[in-house]
């Protein structure tokens, strides 16, 4: 038992040690523009997206009654395409303050077509998806409301 043990345990770090190998090789490998780089390095790990949204803060605990404002925002203007929980037109929504930054949400609830067109990120999604999301015209005010909705799921 021990012995299988073992293996299983040996075979799964070899795994992963072949995947990060592999990704390492594939960053070095990747004929990137240098100002791509550049661009890259002036503003590691924070993609802002493009958009009317250049800087925000979040306080330090939800407000929940914007959250509220916020939720119902959401259930009139996005529903069509958003399921929580699940992937329907668009993605699921669940989490994704933990995956983008605040800015960038609201950037891509106040001009997807801007986003799809100029932020990798969002490129990516649509080519994903397939179908562009609509701009549902929503005020900076509206958008931050949604947002402080999605710090609460
Ligand atoms: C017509 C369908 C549609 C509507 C309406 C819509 N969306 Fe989307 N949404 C999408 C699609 C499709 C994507 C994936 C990107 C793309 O294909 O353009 C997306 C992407 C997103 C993303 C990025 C998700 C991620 O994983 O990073 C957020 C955030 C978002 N939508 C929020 C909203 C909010 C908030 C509303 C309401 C104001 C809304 N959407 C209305 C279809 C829609």
Redo the contacts with the bound molecule.
Sequence with gaps: MKTINLIVAIATLSLFASCGGGDSTQEAGTAAPESMVKKEAAAPGKDLGVGPIKSGSLGETVDEALAKTGME??EA??T???KMGKRF???D?TG?VS??EPEW?MN??LD?ELM?KENE??KQ??M???????N?N?TEEE?RG?LEYFRTL
Excluded: N
């Design positions: 925002t959401f203007k996005c069509a395409c958003h037109v668009g993605p929504l994704v995956r983008r949400i891509m609830i997807p799809v990120a969002a999604l649509l994903e998806y397939s179908a562009p999301m609509a549902q929503l958008a949604i």
